[in-house]
């Protein structure tokens, strides 16, 4: 069974960096047949996707960060991780990590989730 | 403002068939496969259905799926009072390379 657990601060000052850690165990993250993804939710809100990385080190993400964000993958480790820069208070949010099938015949929605850790942007 | 389009909220009394709407367009749900989650308060996601209509290990079979053109719905034939949570409907959408997910639908069962 496949398990992901996400680590990291649960307070960042604005304008600051957050850095999330994702940590993968009875599963691997050099496997080919999965991203590994960032999804967020705001309190009160719905589920939005942030992006994800290939164990290649190839990424995407949603264009409503921009520049702001970056995953990275640390295959000896088992780990995967998230930043995002220049936080503001519009960032305080759960934030999972979550497995991503990729199949022949297409990606699908996340099929893993971490429990998700909270993360407060304040002062 | 999410890109696939879910009501708001949805109710039903113990033992009714209540059903849950998803819209998308032909770049997401038009090509390819719908998940629904169900999420309780404080806790991760859930997959109820994957694949449009296929149920993982322990979900009761009075939840269905289903996918026609660019929308999906779930069905919960027989609701009951634990089914009250928050349900999510995404898809793979081809014109972000990423997921997108609907609003989420918030279950009250009378």
């Known amino acids: 069974q496949v398990q992901l657990q996400e680590s990291g601060p649960g307070l960042v000052q604005p304008s600051e960096t957050l850095s999330l850690t994702c940590t993968v165990s009875?599963?691997?993250?050099?496997?080919?047949?999965?991203?590994w993804s960032w999804i967020r939710q705001p309190p009160g809100k719905g589920l939005e996707w942030i992006g994800y990385?290939?164990?290649?080190?190839?990424?995407n993400y949603n264009p409503t960060f921009k520049s702001r964000v970056t995953i990275s993958v640390d295959t000896s480790k088992n780990q995967f991780s998230l930043r995002v820069t220049s936080v503001t208070a519009a960032d305080t949010a759960v934030y999972y990590c979550?497995?991503?099938?990729?199949?022949?015949?297409?990606?699908?929605?996340?099929?893993?989730w971490g429990r998700g850790t909270l993360v407060t942007v304040s002062s | 403002q999410s890109v696939l389009t879910q009501p708001p909220s949805a109710s039903g009394t113990p033992g009714q068939r209540v059903t849950i709407s998803c819209s998308g367009s032909?770049?997401?749900?038009?090509?390819?496969?719908v998940n629904w989650y169900q999420q309780f308060p404080g806790t991760a996601p859930k997959v109820l259905i994957y694949?449009?209509?296929q149920r993982p290990l322990g979900v009761p079979d009075r939840f269905s799926g289903s996918k026609s053109g660019t929308s999906a719905s779930l069905a919960i034939s027989g609701v009951q009072s634990e089914d009250e949570a928050d349900y999510y409907c995404?898809?793979?959408?081809?014109?972000?390379?990423?997921?997108?997910f609907g609003g989420g639908t918030k279950l009250t069962v009378l």
């Open positions: 009875g599963g691997s993250v050099i496997s080919g047949s999965h991203f």
């Open positions: 979550a497995r991503t099938p990729v199949l022949p015949t297409g990606t699908w929605p996340p099929n893993y």
């Open positions: 694949n449009n209509d």
């Open positions: 995404a898809a793979w959408d081809a014109s972000v390379n990423g997921v997108v």
């Open positions: 032909s770049s997401n749900i038009g090509s390819n496969t």
């Open positions: 990385i290939y164990h290649s080190g190839s990424t």
